[in-house]
T-cell receptor
Framework: DQQVKQNSPSLSVQEGRISILNCDYTNSMFDYFLWYKKYPAEGPTFLISISSIKDKNEDGRFTVFLNKSAKHLSLHIVPSQPGDSAVYFCAASANNAGNMLTFGGGTRLMVKP | GAVVSQHPSWVICKSGTSVKIECRSLDFQATTMFWYRQFPKQSLMLMATSNEGSKATYEQGVEKDKFLINHASLTLSTLTVTSAHPEDSSFYIC??????????????FGAGTRLSVL
């Protein structure tokens, strides 16, 4: 049972445009959400996170939106840059579950120059 | 800040040998470290949670006698793949959660270790 899903395995965007990566979850106990960026043969790099008490968190070109009622979160990257090309994982944790992270399957973002 | 070092980055070994992978938090203390495994084009699968000074907690389906975890200090955890076989070939990644942080849910990851068992 996949508790965190990223339904788009890949996304292609033109440089300068907005990239929107989506993530859905099923466990209503999740109360903290994170986005990680991963290059091949490297460990994930933390990008941005959001607590369930918020619906938006912004950090530079990255903004995460959380819709609790829909159990949906998204990562917006604007403007997209070729260096953003990587695999993006969303992850969720629950305070009552030791704050372990449950990862989605990842979305490969390709930003074309 | 929040750098996690993982060593080695790549190891090739013969079937039946044991391989040790180290995970160090360089600039913070981590009471909890995690070990993940990633198969090609798949997500990260949590193998075990390692707490300093106590036994690791393994996820269902992970053989604790096969994957020995030791968390001897607040900055070091090791994963030993015992009697490795070709099916153990994978990308292993560790992460560490800072002990003193407001964002207690954030894990910082090492660069990963690619294990190839011949």
């Amino acid at each position: 049972d996949q508790q965190v899903k990223q339904n788009s395995p890949s996304l292609s965007v033109q440089e300068g445009r907005i990239s929107i990566l989506n993530c859905d979850y099923t466990n209503s106990m999740f109360d903290y959400f994170l986005w990680y960026k991963k290059y091949p043969a490297e460990g994930p790099t933390f990008l941005i996170s959001i607590s369930s008490i918020k619906d938006k968190n912004e950090d530079g070109r990255f903004t995460v939106f959380l819709n609790k009622s829909a159990k949906h979160l998204s990562l917006h990257i604007v403007p997209s840059q070729p260096g953003d090309s990587a695999v993006y994982f969303c992850a969720a944790s629950a305070n009552n579950a030791g704050n372990m992270l449950t990862f989605g399957g990842g979305t490969r973002l390709m930003v074309k120059p | 800040g929040a750098v996690v070092s993982q060593h080695p980055s790549w190891v090739i070994c013969k079937s039946g040998t044991s391989v040790k992978i180290e995970c160090r938090s360089l600039d913070f203390q981590a009471t909890t470290m995690f070990w993940y495994r990633q198969f090609p084009k798949q997500s990260l699968m949590l193998m075990a949670t390692s707490n300093e000074g106590s036994k690791a907690t393994y996820e269902q389906g992970v053989e604790k006698d096969k994957f020995l975890i030791n968390h001897a200090s607040l900055t070091l955890s090791t994963l030993t793949v015992t009697s490795a076989h070709p099916e153990d070939s994978s990308f292993y990644i560790c992460s560490a959660r800072p002990y003193l942080t407001v964002a207690k849910n954030i894990q910082y990851f090492g660069a990963g270790t690619r294990l190839s068992v011949l």
